[in-house]
């Protein structure tokens, strides 16, 4: 029985009590020719009656109130945090193109069908640190897959969507996609931390950016584990009213990165007041740096204004194994490329840290540098 069905019995009841009790007292006092002993004792049982209904009333009326407000919040508590985050999204619509030629047409409609029912697969590549050459982050790229089972690259589909102007609503669809199918990778492992790219497209959305801001708030959890990724072009042209975008998301704990960086000679302390943390640059780019000795003593220097910015240096398209050694004795924090992994599906690396540093307790400690596969 709940409190409204008690609280409805019992001042059924009580009410009943008060009743039979004012009626006695009329009868009684008529017949007692109103004798004051008998009277002031049924008027006290009437008076102490309706005090107690009172009260009682009011106990359970706050008795109710309390249990209301206990279900709400244990409904809160106990809600997915996957599912309240999804209901908060940006609502997106493919919405059909007209005069599109017939294979444009039937390529955007594998792209649509693909991401709005799920087919879509999470790749990551590690970024290690060096010299060790251990796994610190992965870089995140998607890949849609058509009812065939088929893979459906950006070069599939690139040239038909931007004829349609359709380029910002797919990239915006997958980043939204990247980041649910993130949050299910990181509730297996808590160590995944990723880098998420942002495309031009998503940056100039203003509208669409905005709502992104509020899906990100939800998914604060997220901030310590996912850094989202710029091109310096697209950070070049920042507007405004992008930027007041950027520091939104920058407040809400997120940290950014730039890559597409074709020179070294860049403002970094400009771009770490934005929250750039992250700073990737092409390999072959920072050993042609160091031909020569002024060009070694550029790169030295730009080395020490990244330390002082608080920026770290990412060497990526690293591939061959013959070119470690100048990479080594350029001193950089980090290194990306096909050389310690290619891109693979997301639960090749699922648990990945957690195997490996239990191998590594059972080995023991590792005699020098193990390359990795």
């Known amino acids: 029985m709940n409190l409204r069905q008690r609280t409805s019995r019992y001042g059924f009841g009580v009410m009943f009590s008060a009743g039979v009790a004012g009626v006695v007292l009329v009868a009684a006092c008529v017949r007692a020719n109103f004798q004051p002993n008998l009277e002031i004792a049924l ?11 009172a009260r009682l009333g009011f106990a359970l009326s706050k008795a109710q109130l309390e249990l209301d407000m206990m279900r709400k919040l244990t ?17 997106l619509r493919f919405e059909p193109t007209r005069e599109l030629s017939e294979p444009d047409a039937i390529m955007l409609e594998r792209v649509r069908d693909a991401i709005e029912n799920d087919r879509l697969e999470l790749y990551l590549q590690p970024i290690v640190s060096l010299p060790q050459r251990k796994i610190r982050y992965y870089e995140a790229f998607s890949r849609l897959r058509g009812r065939d089972g088929g893979i459906l690259r950006p070069t599939d589909y690139l040239e038909a969507a931007e004829r349609a102007n359709k380029i910002g609503v797919i990239d915006n669809m997958i980043l939204l996609r990247c980041v649910q199918a993130f949050r299910r990778l990181r509730d297996q492992d808590s160590q995944f931390a990723v880098f998420c790219n942002l495309s031009p497209a998503t940056l100039f959305d203003v509208d669409f950016f905005n709502h992104f801001t509020d899906y990100l708030e939800i998914n604060g959890d997220l901030a310590p584990r996912l850094i989202f990724e710029f091109t310096y072009p697209a950070v070049q042209m920042m507007h405004p009213r992008f930027e007041e975008n950027l520091r939104a998301i920058a407040r809400r704990g997120f940290a950014f990165s730039v890559d597409h960086v074709h020179t070294l000679d860049l403002d970094w302390e400009a771009l770490r007041r934005k929250n750039f943390r992250y700073a990737k640059a092409p390999s072959a780019l920072l050993m042609a740096a160091d031909a020569g000795q002024e060009a070694a003593a550029k790169l030295r220097a730009l080395r020490k204004r990244l330390a002082d910015a608080g920026i770290d240096l990412v060497a990526e398209k690293i591939e061959y194994e013959s070119s470690m050694p100048e990479i080594l004795a350029l001193g950089i924090d980090y290194g990306q490329g096909n050389l310690f992994g290619p ?12 195997r490996e540093d239990d191998a590594a307790v059972a080995a023991g400690p590792a005699p020098g540098l193990a390359k990795a596969s």
Do not use: N, Q, W
């Open 43 to 53: 008027a006290a049982a009437l008076v102490v009656t309706l005090i107690m209904h």
């Open 343 to 354: 891109p693979r599906p997301a639960d090749y690396y699922v648990g990945r840290h957690r």
């Open 75 to 91: 409904k809160r508590c106990d809600e997915d945090p996957i599912k309240a985050a999804r209901k908060i999204a940006p609502v």
